[in-house]
């Protein structure tokens, strides 16, 4: 049985291996038309095989620009080195405050520990 994923898969396949086909049959074979009953000025269809591609490829790469530019542009910079140095070396100098430790009982006196209580499954 397959998955709807495979599906979906099998036919994006299918689709690039048929567009592929036409385009390299469309650039290389100009009259191919001819042979279905399609009249085509082959120069025109060949020019726009590769201008279109061309052009998607070419606004891709200027849209990628633009967003590296815009986030370079909008991000703030970072500390200098010497800031973040002279943070470290504050905090190793502040003194480590000491924990408390708990009373003990004077002599002769009894205390009793309590025992976490433990809890029941339900």
Request: negative net charge; contains cysteine.
């Amino acid at each position: 049985m397959v998955s709807k994923d495979q599906t979906i898969g099998g036919l994006i396949c299918l689709v690039c291996v048929v567009v592929a086909v036409f385009y390299v049959v469309t650039l290389f074979v100009p009259d191919w038309g001819t042979a279905i009953g399609i009249t085509l000025n082959a120069g025109d269809v060949q020019f726009w095989l590769v201008a279109t591609p061309v052009l998607i490829g070419f606004v891709a790469i200027l849209a990628i620009g633009a967003w590296i530019g815009w986030t370079m542009a909008t991000t703030p910079p970072p500390k200098p080195i010497e800031e973040i140095t002279t943070e470290m070396e504050e905090k190793k100098e502040e003194p480590k405050m000491e924990e408390k430790k708990p009373e003990e009982p004077a002599a002769g006196t009894m205390t009793e520990e309590k025992k976490p209580e433990k809890k029941k499954k339900s």
